[in-house]
């Protein structure tokens, strides 16, 4: 018999997927050009040149033993010694090559990095609005995700309600910034703060509590800012990484996980994630990707791009009297809906072939998401068709 639990699943199919299906079907109808998909967090500007020389190189120069056949389970190690090299440089963190596990991505470096620090019954803390699929990741380790309600005016963390959820069950914080709904990045106070409360609760409980931080957007930041690296304000913080959006890369599936030095048992946590890769089958990622990783150096996409768009829908937000949120970096942003259901919200744009995420599945039913990583100028065209949408259907 097939796993029940898995057919289950086919009842609850990712509304993101199924609304970029949508799309793909309506612009087969009238041309994709006039449909504004603001689905899919699918990154629109290309990859850094060098790195398209670097893979060209790879395939002309080296021996095809060594780019097609498996690589190390731990990883590539010119990769992690790169990456080590390139973590200390940019955060003055002592990284070694032994704290780098490389990984098929940031869901990858997740499901490892969940599974290292919990065992069924343990309990994770994750902070509202979140990416959905956090909640399948947590759920098949058999650990159970435990949800803060979200602070909206800013959406850092409410911290009141944190401090309730804490019990000695919780072995993991699970933190993504800047965020995937809202675009939000946590503030220096607000992992000050964090970090505080969990360095109190470990000598409490007795027990280690990690941070684990999905980091896939940490360079798409805006106004001039960095992001706030979380290991800085936290010892015992598991940085999981993806090269998917800095970089434009969501195919190649090529990521790490970077175990800041100073984590309990930093020094084997990456031999031990090569054991979890058994059990699970995210092993040996593509040589390739991670040889073209370290010949090409760190190098961004244009992602300026993202900064443009977030200006441009935010002001015309703000301009309609939407409750929003300014984005601090990623390319998404994430308004209060005009009605009480942002699902009926975002069915009634569908009218206006104008494709809204309602934030039922972040945790935020009276929010919605869009994801702006399009070309400008459809932005600017979009504009007009919101500001109809609104002002037939709620003025």
């Given at each position: 018999?097939?796993?029940?639990?898995?057919?289950?699943?086919?009842?609850?199919?990712?509304?993101?997927?199924?609304?970029?299906?949508?799309?793909?079907?309506?612009?087969?109808?009238?041309?994709?050009?006039?449909?504004?998909?603001?689905?899919?967090?699918?990154?629109?500007?290309?990859?850094?040149?060098?790195?398209?020389?670097?893979?060209?190189?790879?395939?002309?120069?080296?021996?095809?033993?060594?780019i097609h056949g498996y690589s190390p389970s731990l990883?590539?190690?010119?990769?992690?010694?790169?990456?080590?090299?390139?973590?200390?440089?940019?955060?003055?963190i002592p990284y070694e090559d032994k704290h780098i596990?490389?990984?098929?991505?940031?869901?990858?470096?997740?499901?490892?990095?969940?599974?290292?620090?919990?065992?069924?019954?343990?309990?994770?803390?994750?902070?509202?609005?979140?990416?959905?699929?956090?909640?399948?990741?947590?759920?098949?380790?058999?650990?159970?995700?435990?949800?803060?309600?979200?602070?909206?005016?800013?959406?850092?963390?409410?911290?009141?309600?944190?401090?309730?959820?804490?019990?000695?069950?919780?072995?993991?914080?699970?933190?993504?910034?800047?965020?995937?709904?809202?675009?939000?990045?946590?503030?220096?106070?607000?992992?000050?703060?964090?970090?505080?409360?969990?360095?109190?609760?470990?000598?409490?409980?007795?027990?280690?509590?990690?941070?684990?931080?999905?980091?896939?957007?940490?360079?798409?930041?805006?106004?001039?800012?960095?992001t706030p690296y979380p290991s800085h304000f936290y010892?015992?913080?598991?940085?999981?990484?993806?090269?998917?959006?800095?970089?434009?890369?969501?195919?190649?599936?090529?990521?790490?996980?970077?175990?800041?030095?100073?984590?309990?048992?930093?020094?084997?946590?990456?031999?031990?994630?090569?054991?979890?890769?058994?059990?699970?089958?995210?092993?040996?990622?593509?040589?390739?990707?991670?040889?073209?990783?370290?010949?090409?150096?760190?190098?961004?996409?244009?992602?300026?791009?993202?900064?443009?768009?977030?200006?441009?829908?935010?002001?015309?937000?703000?301009?309609?009297?939407?409750?929003?949120?300014?984005?601090?970096?990623?390319?998404?942003?994430?308004?209060?809906?005009?009605?009480?259901?942002?699902?009926?919200?975002?069915?009634?744009?569908?009218?206006?072939?104008?494709?809204?995420?309602?934030?039922?599945?972040?945790?935020?039913?009276?929010?919605?998401?869009?994801?702006?990583?399009?070309?400008?100028?459809?932005?600017?065209?979009?504009?007009?068709?919101?500001?109809?949408?609104?002002?037939?259907?709620?003025?």
């Amino acid at each position: 018999m097939i796993n029940q639990e898995y057919k289950k699943m086919l009842q609850g199919k990712s509304v993101i997927r199924e609304l970029s299906e949508y799309a793909t079907a309506r612009g087969k109808e009238i041309g994709y050009d006039n449909v504004f998909d603001y689905t899919l967090g699918n990154p629109s500007v290309p990859c850094p040149d060098e790195y398209t020389k670097a893979v060209i190189d790879i395939y002309k120069e080296m021996n095809p033993m060594e780019i097609h056949g498996y690589s190390p389970s731990l990883g590539n190690t010119e990769a992690r010694k790169y990456l080590a090299g390139e973590l200390r440089d940019r955060f003055d963190i002592p990284y070694e090559d032994k704290h780098i596990f490389m990984t098929n991505g940031a869901a990858s470096a997740l499901a490892h990095a969940l599974r290292l620090v919990t065992k069924p019954g343990d309990e994770v803390i994750g902070f509202a609005p979140f990416f959905p699929e956090y909640v399948e990741y947590i759920k098949w380790t058999g650990a159970k995700f435990k949800v803060v309600p979200p602070r909206c005016e800013d959406f850092q963390i409410q911290f009141d309600e944190f401090l309730k959820m804490l019990n000695p069950n919780v072995m993991a914080i699970l933190i993504n910034s800047p965020n995937n709904p809202t675009g939000v990045m946590y503030s220096d106070e607000t992992l000050k703060r964090l970090a505080e409360i969990l360095e109190e609760k470990q000598k409490e409980y007795g027990h280690d509590i990690f941070l684990i931080s999905d980091e896939p957007y940490r360079e798409i930041a805006f106004d001039g800012k960095t992001t706030p690296y979380p290991s800085h304000f936290y010892d015992n913080t598991i940085s999981c990484y993806s090269y998917s959006k800095g970089m434009s890369l969501p195919g190649e599936r090529i990521g790490y996980i970077a175990f800041n030095p100073k984590c309990t048992d930093a020094d084997i946590a990456s031999v031990i994630c090569g054991q979890i890769s058994r059990g699970i089958g995210h092993n040996c990622p593509s040589a390739t990707q991670q040889i073209a990783i370290y010949k090409t150096g760190f190098k961004l996409s244009d992602v300026s791009v993202y900064e443009t768009n977030a200006n441009l829908i935010y002001n015309e937000l703000v301009d309609l009297g939407f409750e929003v949120v300014k984005p601090q970096g990623t390319f998404y942003i994430f308004p209060k809906a005009l009605e009480e259901s942002a699902e009926a919200f975002c069915k009634k744009a569908m009218k206006y072939d104008l494709l809204l995420v309602p934030g039922g599945t972040f945790g935020c039913p009276d929010y919605f998401r869009m994801a702006y990583c399009i070309d400008t100028d459809k932005v600017k065209r979009s504009l007009p068709v919101l500001r109809k949408f609104v002002e037939e259907c709620y003025k």
